[in-house]
């Protein structure tokens, strides 16, 4: 089956960083994405990973290793804002878009 | 900025109701999505519609279930005959064909189903 590994709690301090990893068990995913999620409502896209290495997107940024089934995304300077919920998700299929989240994990920073 | 829009944003409904949950995908996208997320839980992959067609589904996705696209804005999920374990958040969502590849897809605020 497809599965994804997140821890499902994460704790903080503002202007510190944070590093969320991801395992997953699966054969055909084609890349990995990170969403965020704030009390529940519409996830949003965050960054996006088809090779093996580091992606930075300003303050955010992911990384892949396809050979150890692992990605991570890091937080730098965390700011009170970025409480919320982050996921991983598999991408299962280039013909569909198809993602498969991970449990997402919930990131509480404090000051 | 375009967004995806859903309505209703919150649906109460009786165990055995039909129900639709309708969205508005970004314009230009071709790529639409149900996905629903039981309170607390993961966001769960439920269907994918391309060229009209339904393109994938899981095994969520059962005969209770159908999608259609009935113009060129709309894009809804029924419903047929609800279930307590139907109750849940039903998020929309769309995207293009660059956007894709690439597993960015663009969500709505969500639709909470609760059912009595």
């Known amino acids: 089956g497809q599965s994804l590994e997140q821890p499902s709690e994460v704790t903080a301090v503002e202007g510190a960083i944070v590093q969320i990893n991801c395992t997953y068990q699966t054969s055909g995913f084609y890349g990995l994405s990170w969403y965020q999620q704030h009390d529940g409502g519409a996830p949003t896209f965050l960054s996006y990973?088809?090779?093996?290495g580091l992606e930075e997107t300003g303050r955010f940024s992911s990384f892949l290793s396809r050979s150890d089934s692992y990605g991570y995304l890091l937080l730098q300077e965390l700011q009170m804002k970025d409480s919320a919920s982050y996921f991983c998700a598999g991408c299962g299929s280039s013909n569909t878009g198809k993602l498969i989240f991970g449990q997402g994990t919930t990131l509480q920073v404090k000051p | 900025e375009p967004e995806v829009t859903q309505t209703p944003s919150h649906q109460v409904t009786q165990m055995g109701q039909e129900v639709i949950l309708r969205c508005v995908p970004i314009s230009n996208h071709l790529y639409f999505y149900w996905y629903r997320q039981i309170l607390g839980q993961k966001v769960e992959f439920l269907v994918s519609?391309?060229?009209?067609?339904?393109?994938?589904k899981s095994e969520i996705f059962d005969d209770q279930f159908s999608v259609e696209r009935p113009d060129g804005s709309n894009f809804t999920l029924k419903i047929r005959s609800t279930k307590l374990e139907d109750s849940a958040m039903y998020f929309c969502?769309?995207?293009?064909?660059?956007?894709?590849?690439?597993?960015?897809?663009?969500f709505g605020e969500g639709s909470r189903l609760t059912v009595l």
């Open positions: 519609f391309y060229n009209n067609e339904i393109s994938e």
């Open positions: 990973n088809a090779l093996d």
């Open positions: 969502a769309s995207t293009s064909a660059r956007e894709q590849g690439t597993g960015e897809l663009f």
